[in-house]
């Protein structure tokens, strides 16, 4: 019987609030997303281990696409099914890109003494979110010498290092450091991703990647909702390292296809402010193509294409995963891999979220207060969010030191 067949209207719904309220407030880009996600489905609702998090992180880190997003989408394929995962991904994105246009629109009637230090105070809510999660999952993942040694060496190399590439290689040598090393390390069955579909499933996924992947690129002519869609496509397939690989991969094909350089550029900065993927403002270019379409339905294209390949490709990955996390050795690499996630959150932690977030006494004070108001009170992210908003509006109006 698949492992849905119990799935619920109630659980759906449940994903979609979930998904929905993140889809508002979860700034600071997708690996502040990662620790909203830890929060709320691991510590708070309850509806993942630790361990079953950290192999979803691990496999999403692993593909091409927008990995929070993947993560989330996982989440929601777990939970409720297949109704579940496009409800997560709808919740989460929507929201972002609905956000980004009336961003686009009104942000240049904001005065800055208003805008940047929002926007300040949600740099600072990702760093006290992402070091929860880190505190959370070092405290769970890494209870033993070995595994807090492949932690620390994991972040130590992605902080001496900047390639984007370098996150598989330091996921790929956990895993090694894992079957080296974590020899009592054994994941129980519980502790292993659910899924209502296998590897049967996994090949007609792959094949559906590729279909469509030739099908765009076949039909792809002149200023058409094909080219537009097998634009995005490619870069949904090829984008390795997170949403911002999305400008070196986007800028040239879309200029070249009649967007100006300037808006192009204003889109992916607004952006950056913006909750939710980063991915979402892909709606805000695929709206302003010349396709001889509606806007919205540009928009649309450009978002579902370049979301889908990364979605297919982990539909193709999970069973494979699944088949393989309850051999023993591959029970004690997952051991490592979890380790050396804590480790790829804790150099994320530093650089960028940190360095990029603190820049004064008052940004350190207010993260730690931030903190303390998830770790020691136990409160909802949400608090957080206003706080740091608060004291981003309020320190600059108190007198210099």
């Not at 991969?249 to 909750?275: C, D, H, I, N, R």
């Not at 360095?355 to 770790?375: G, H, P, Q, T």
């Amino acid at each position: 019987m698949s492992a849905w067949s119990n799935t619920s209207g109630r659980q759906v719904l449940a994903v979609f609030v979930a998904f929905l309220k993140l889809g508002f407030t979860a700034f600071g880009g997708p690996v502040a997303h990662l620790g909203y996600f830890h929060k709320e489905f691991v510590e708070r609702q309850r509806w993942l281990s630790e361990s079953q998090f950290s192999q979803l992180l691990a496999i999403c880190q692993f593909l091409p696409g927008p990995a929070s997003s993947q993560l989330g989408f996982a989440i929601g394929l777990q939970r409720a099914g297949w109704l579940g995962a496009t409800a997560a991904f709808f919740a989460f994105t929507a929201p972002s890109a609905l956000v980004l246009f009336g961003l686009a629109l009104f942000l240049p009637l904001v005065p800055v003494t208003i805008a940047a230090p929002v926007i300040q105070g949600l740099k600072l809510v990702a760093c006290a979110v992402v070091a929860d999660a880190v505190i959370s999952m070092a405290k769970k993942l890494c209870p033993d010498f070995y595994r807090r040694a492949i932690a620390v060496v994991v972040a130590a190399i992605l902080l001496a290092f900047s390639f984007s590439w370098l996150q598989f290689l330091v996921i790929a040598g956990g895993a090694i450091a894992g079957l080296v090393f974590c020899r009592d390390s054994i994941i129980p069955v519980r502790d292993q991703i659910k899924l209502g579909y296998g590897l049967r499933h996994a090949v007609v996924f792959l094949l559906l990647f590729l279909l469509v992947f030739l099908i765009l690129a076949f039909a792809s002519s002149g200023a058409s909702l094909a080219t537009l869609g097998d634009t995005f496509y490619r870069a949904g397939a090829l984008v390795f390292g997170g949403g911002h690989v999305l400008l070196p991969l986007l800028e040239q094909p879309l200029v070249a296809s009649g967007l100006s350089k300037e808006t192009f550029l204003a889109g992916y900065g607004a952006a950056q402010a913006m909750p939710g993927p980063l991915f979402s403002v892909s709606a805000f270019w695929g709206a302003l193509m010349p396709t001889g379409y509606p806007s919205w339905v540009g928009a649309l294209v450009a978002l579902s294409c370049v979301f889908l390949p990364g979605f297919l490709l982990l539909l193709v990955a999970l069973p494979v995963w699944q088949s393989l996390s309850s051999n023993t050795l591959v029970a004690r690499a997952i051991s490592g891999v979890n380790a050396a996630v804590v480790g790829l959150l804790a150099a994320a932690l530093y650089n960028p979220i940190f360095v990029s977030s603190v820049v004064s006494v008052f940004d350190l004070i207010a993260v730690l207060i931030a903190l303390a108001i998830l770790v020691v009170w136990r409160l909802s992210p949400l608090w957080v969010l206003c706080f740091c908003v608060v004291w981003s509006l309020v320190t600059p109006l108190l007198p210099a030191t």
